[in-house]
């Protein structure tokens, strides 16, 4: 397995709120493309999807937070070129479309979404 494909992994499998990590597809080629999606279980049935298609000219992604339906999702589809963090992207429990902080960089990136999935969790059980 790819070596980004364990630290992803290691660095799920240790964070707090993942409860149970599922690889759903991972293909990986000798010229080094990698398709990647992960499944995590997190409390109170939500789940985070992790998703990547990383080649050696470019790199996709996308993370989810969902239930029986998205919740918060980042991704660098090229749909939003007016945002400044374009192609990074934020789509939020709203379905409102703005700004990442997210660069492509997935072991950094996965960091950032866990935060803020954490920030997210603790903001609604407040309310």
């Known amino acids: 397995m790819a070596a980004i494909a364990d630290d992803l992994l290691n660095l799920l499998r240790q964070h707090v709120l993942v409860q149970n990590v599922r690889v759903v597809n991972y293909d990986e080629t000798p010229l080094g493309k990698l398709e990647l999606k992960i499944r995590c279980r997190l409390a109170k049935n939500y789940q985070l999807q992790v998703w990547l298609h990383h080649e050696a000219t470019f790199q996709d992604y996308a993370y989810q937070l969902f239930t029986d339906h998205p919740i918060l999702r980042?991704?660098?589809?090229?749909?939003?070129?007016?945002?400044?963090?374009?192609?990074?992207?934020?789509?939020?429990?709203?379905?409102?479309?703005?700004?990442?902080?997210?660069?492509?960089?997935?072991?950094?990136?996965?960091?950032?979404?866990?935060?803020?999935?954490?920030?997210?969790?603790?903001?609604?059980?407040?309310?």
Do not use: C, M, R
Request: hydrophobic share 35%; no cysteine; charged share 20%.
């Open 74 to 127: 980042w991704d660098n589809a090229p749909h939003y070129p007016q945002i400044s963090t374009a192609p990074h992207h934020f789509h939020d429990e709203i379905g409102q479309v703005g700004d990442s902080p997210l660069s492509g960089k997935p072991l950094e990136d996965l960091k950032i979404v866990l935060a803020e999935i954490e920030k997210w969790l603790a903001s609604t059980k407040a309310a």
